[in-house]
């Protein structure tokens, strides 16, 4: 079972920025893919960002397109998500997952296929 932890959290003014950073215990799987969630307070987990790892074709949610960026490292170990022009509604528990195996494009941004989690960690975005 690959485990996942998440650093980089915090707090900042609207307009700044933050970069989440993801590191796995072991090799990510080849067909899977790492993506991005989060949960606001009183809100459900929701859809980020996410990466096909064989591809490295990267998937969004509309809130975030060309504000957020989603990149691994070389040792494909790491998985980082690059997080400017901050918002106060972008406050949330960020969380890390992992697929073993995605075999559509689309479905990377599904919740269901991811197989394992980090802890999560809070971000803070303040007007």
């Known amino acids: 079972q690959v485990r996942l932890e998440e650093s980089g959290g915090g707090s900042v003014q609207a307009g700044g920025s933050l970069s989440l950073s993801c590191a796995a215990s072991?090799?990510?799987?080849?067909?899977?893919?790492m993506g991005w969630f989060r949960q606001a307070p009183g809100k459900e987990r929701e859809f980020v960002a996410a990466?096909?790892?064989?591809?490295?074709?990267?998937l969004y949610t509309d809130s975030v397109k060309g504000r957020f960026a989603i990149f691994r490292d070389r040792t494909k170990t790491r998985v980082y998500l690059q997080m400017n022009s901050l918002k106060p509604e972008d406050t949330a528990v960020y969380y890390c997952?992992?697929?073993?195996?995605?075999?559509?494009?689309?479905?990377?941004?599904?919740?269901?296929?991811?197989?394992?989690w980090g802890q999560g960690t809070q971000v803070t975005v303040s007007s």
């Open positions: 990466l096909w790892w064989s591809t490295e074709m990267t």
């Open positions: 997952a992992g697929a073993h195996g995605v075999s559509r494009y689309r479905d990377i941004g599904a919740m269901g296929k991811y197989d394992y």
């Open positions: 072991g090799p990510i799987s080849g067909t899977g893919a």
